[in-house]
């Protein structure tokens, strides 16, 4: 991200009031007083773009307040966060998303074979696969797509 220009920008997780709609927040007392924990920076981020910053990201935690029953469910998670400006068109956005999984799969790979091999011994999963680059279809290609696959 700092090598895209991005700022990196931490913001607060104790809150007055929740950040995404009065659902799935956990709320408690504070000094007397009601509050709640972020379920995201993405006001934060708005607010540094209405300042200037064109490019921010946050890698912090997340809370969410879902009652859920599955295995894969999380009320509490690291995120990665990010808001930018885009110029000319909103693949601007995409290519820099793809270029941040590349990175982020192939240095998995490079820097964490050991881990990744100990971890793939008790809970075997496939290799991390990714295009380089990524690729990239428009709306009207995937609706396409998607009509001739036979689904509507």
């Known amino acids: 991200m700092l090598q895209n220009g991005f700022t990196e920008i931490h913001t607060p997780k104790l809150i007055g009031g929740a950040s995404e709609g009065g659902s799935n927040v ?7 007083q009601d509050a709640c924990l972020a379920q995201s920076p993405q006001l ?5 773009l209405c300042a200037d910053l064109q490019r921010v990201f946050e890698i912090g935690p997340v809370f969410r307040a879902e009652n859920s029953n599955t295995n894969r469910h999380l009320c509490e998670f690291t995120g ?3 808001e930018m400006e885009f110029k000319d068109h ?3 956005v995409l290519d820099l998303i793809g270029e941040l999984m590349v990175y982020m799969v192939t240095n998995l790979k490079e820097r964490f074979s050991r881990e990744l091999s100990i971890i793939n011994e008790q809970y075997p999963f496939e290799e991390f696969k990714i ?21 509507e």
Not at 26 to 32: A, D, L, P, Q, V
Not at 44 to 48: E, V
Not at 132 to 151: H, S, W
């Open 26 to 32: 956990f709320k408690f007392k504070y000094f007397e």
């Open 80 to 82: 990665l966060d990010m």
């Open 44 to 48: 934060y981020k708005q607010m540094a």
């Open 90 to 92: 909103y693949f601007e």
């Open 131 to 151: 295009s380089n680059p990524v690729l990239k279809i428009d709306f009207r290609t995937g609706v396409k797509m998607l009509q001739e696959a036979g689904i």
